[in-house]
């Protein structure tokens, strides 16, 4: 990666007295936004950093493919990852990132749609545009098989555009250039109370789905185990701290969500109730199988499908637990 690249768009979320802490006490962790499920990376949680002898600094970057490419030049220590982009350059030969711990172990996406439509099967023969974040993206594999579910099929029925996050679908749906988005809470939560449809959430239609996860750079983790354990003790302490203490969560998400309050209570509950947030940070493994399916039936992965152990290195996550109850 250049020096000075623009999608380095947001970097320092989190620092704490950086100057008394010795450079390998210092990560670089790399989220692709500050939206409200990277609530766990995204929480001050200084205490539990500084505990474990760490300095995190959060960096978004615009494009998964980026922070995969921060992790292999080592600019990032840590960064959130899709399990599909693993997956295919798993199978282009490249293995240099590792899965360590889970983020999003699910998603709180839901089909939001202009008030004439009421459900799904109403999709069939359309022709509705439908936005997503990447046409090519996991979230957007989810949706299409939710929707095959139902007899609705693309590109027969309906189109898909890629317009960006769900901020960004949000207005376009607003404006009625698109007739639907995938829209992830408390934003969905936002556009029913405005008289949007609801056609469906994708934790309750197709709920062993992982979305992303946490990558290191597997030669970098080798040699620097003991900051790996630190930092998942860390996140793993962040987890149990946000499913058991709920008031003073939602309190802490509305200050930096800046979010109305009156949503966060329910996408707390959606993110802690369903595992999407897993409380002792495991990666979904049967989630990965969906993803490694869906991209088979798309022929983005060929036979023999990568194995979800062959993305995955949880010794690291076991050693970390181990420590936490000792």
């Known amino acids: 990666m250049r020096s000075g690249k623009v999608f380095l768009l947001v970097a320092f979320l989190v620092i704490a007295a950086a100057h008394e802490a010795r450079p390998e006490d210092i990560i670089r962790i790399g989220i692709i936004s500050t939206t409200f499920g990277y609530a766990p990376v995204l929480l001050p949680r200084k205490r539990v950093f500084k505990r474990e002898g760490l300095v995190p600094e959060i960096v ?37 990132i590792k899965l360590i711990a889970g983020s999003f ?23 509705a545009r439908l936005a997503m974040s990447g046409i090519t993206s996991a979230a957007a594999m989810m949706m ?53 449809s609801n056609l469906g959430d994708a934790y309750k239609l197709l709920p062993d789905f992982q979305l992303s996860a946490i990558g290191v750079r597997e030669g970098w983790a080798q040699k620097n185990r003991g900051v790996v354990i630190r930092y998942l ?43 999407i947030w897993p409380r002792t940070g495991e990666v979904n493994l049967k989630g990965v199988q969906t993803l490694a399916r869906l991209m088979e039936e798309e022929g983005a992965l ?18 970390a637990r181990r420590a936490l109850v000792h």
């Open 144 to 196: 299409k098989e939710v929707l095959k579910q139902r007899g609705v099929l693309y590109p027969r029925d309906y189109s898909l555009l890629s317009v960006g996050g769900s901020n960004v679908q949000f207005t376009a749906l607003q404006t009625k250039q698109v007739d639907g988005a995938l829209l992830a809470e408390p934003i969905s939560l936002m556009a029913v109370e405005q008289g949007f």
């Open 233 to 275: 003790k860390a996140l793993v302490s962040t987890y149990q701290w946000l499913h058991d203490n709920k008031e003073e969560a939602i309190t802490l998400l509305t200050s930096i969500t800046k979010l109305d309050k009156k949503y966060i209570p329910k996408s707390w509950e959606t993110y802690t109730k369903t595992q």
């Open 302 to 319: 060929k036979k023999p499908l990568p194995k979800p152990e062959d993305i995955i290195d949880s010794s690291y996550l076991e050693e």
């Open 105 to 127: 172990n699910g998603t709180t996406y839901s089909m939001i749609t202009l008030p004439k439509y009421k459900k799904m099967e109403e999709l069939k023969g359309s022709g």
């Open 60 to 96: 978004v970057i615009s494009r998964n493919e980026q922070i995969v490419q921060a992790l292999i030049s080592d600019s990032l220590q840590f960064g959130n990852v899709p399990p599909n982009l693993l997956l295919t350059l798993r199978q282009q030969g490249m293995s240099e």
